[in-house]
């Protein structure tokens, strides 16, 4: 008995098993048409990755040509800063050097000038010497810019 209750055990598992692979050829045309619902998917993610990818790509490049537009503009606008102090301070520095080397000239210059027009105004032709002196006094102050003019 033991050996027909194995054969019935043995015909039951094959008929599960008969059972079993049916049921798996049923599945196999649906698990193809996945596998083909996935190759496609996985395609078009690939696509999709690529165009992902090249549109960062060209964000990345306008950032940094934006980014370095800023730089250059920014470096411009304070070398422009820097050279117009820089000017004012060499303005500043040259107005001072020539008041401080013309000033006494120049006060030594109007004190002749006031002595000669005071002896001028004594004399008789005190109105030409009056011309004479504001004459020499345009000249030297013509003089002295002019001298100015070419130290800068």
């Not at 165009?51 to 490049?61: C, E, F, G, P």
């Not at 006031?114 to 005190?126: E, F, I, N, P, V």
């Amino acid at each position: 008995m033991t050996l027909d209750a194995r054969n019935v055990l043995v015909a039951e598992l094959l008929g599960e098993v008969d059972t079993l692979l049916k049921r798996v050829e049923k599945f196999a045309p649906e698990l193809d048409a996945a596998h083909a619902k996935l190759t496609v998917a996985s395609a078009e993610m690939i696509s999709g990755i690529e165009k992902y990818r090249l549109q960062v790509t060209a964000l990345s490049d306008a950032a940094q040509k934006s980014a370095v537009n800023h730089i250059i503009r920014r470096t411009n606008e304070v070398c422009e800063g820097s050279l117009a102090a820089h000017a004012d301070a060499m303005r500043i520095a040259a107005t001072q050097a020539f008041a401080a080397e013309t000033g006494p000239r120049i006060d030594v210059l109007i004190t002749g000038l006031d002595g000669a027009l005071q002896r001028a105004y004594s004399w008789r032709w005190r109105s030409w010497l009056l011309h004479l002196a504001t004459a020499v006094s345009a000249a030297v102050v013509t003089a002295l810019l002019m001298a100015l003019a070419r130290h800068q």
